[in-house]
């Protein structure tokens, strides 16, 4: 049973635009959501994260918004460039209650294009 | 430099023909797990560690064994490799003895990718 759902899997986007990925989850246990960004040949690096108590979250041109009650949770990239081609995964866990319950839980991941 | 550090970046192998991938982290992390990467099919967990001679099975385990005999090293081995392993393999670790928290989040080496034919 996939934990994160991912929408959509690929997206083109026009330099300077805005890029959207969608994630719901169904664990209401979930209490950490980070956005993970990889490049080609690179492993994924983490990009930004939230907690459940904020409904947002930005960092530069990178925002999260957080929707605790339709248990979703979405990356925004204002004014998109053509380096922010990479592909995104979305990621949930249970935190700081021991056992495997701080695993991470991936989505399937966005290929993101961005056109110069 | 803090990093992940995962040998060899690429291999192409032979069914049946045992292989190993390193993987080794100067962190000092607790944590260190084992994902491959499909198209479409995102990151999937095989094996992870949350200490020194404790591992356990995360979601597609079958066909690899695993290893954690000191902190720093996590090898992912593969007996008898079959063309469904093809793949790209990735290594992480984590400070949080649990996998990953809001300040201790998941690195990951720069992937090894395995093609067994």
């Known amino acids: 049973q996939q934990q994160v759902k991912q929408s959509p899997q690929s997206l083109i986007v026009q330099k300077g635009g805005i890029s959207i990925i969608n994630c719901a989850y169904e664990n209401t246990a979930f209490d950490y959501f980070p956005w993970y960004q990889q490049f080609p040949g690179k492993g994924p690096a983490l990009l930004i994260a939230i907690r459940p108590d904020v409904s947002e979250k930005k960092e530069g041109r990178f925002t999260i918004s957080f929707n605790k009650s339709a248990k979703q949770f979405s990356l925004h990239i204002m004014d998109s460039q053509p380096g922010d081609s990479a592909t995104y995964f979305c990621a949930a866990s249970e935190v700081g209650r021991g056992s495997t319950l701080g695993r991470l839980y991936f989505g399937r991941g966005t290929q993101l294009t961005v056109w110069p | 430099e803090a990093q992940v550090t995962q040998n060899p970046r690429y291999l192409i192998t032979v069914t049946g023909k045992k292989l190993t991938v390193t993987c080794s982290q100067n962190m000092n992390h607790e944590y260190m797990s084992w994902y491959r990467q499909d198209p479409g099919l995102g990151l999937r967990q095989i094996y992870y560690s949350m200490n020194v001679e404790v591992t356990d099975k995360g979601d597609v385990p079958e066909g690899y064994k695993v290893s954690r005999k000191e902190k720093r090293n996590f090898p992912l081995i593969l007996e008898s490799p079959s063309p469904n392993q093809t793949s790209l393999y990735f290594c992480?670790?984590?400070?949080?003895?649990?996998?990953?928290?809001?300040?201790?989040?998941?690195?990951f080496g720069n992937g090894t990718r395995l093609t067994v034919t």
């Open positions: 992480a670790s984590s400070q949080s003895r649990t996998g990953s928290s809001y300040n201790s989040p998941l690195h």
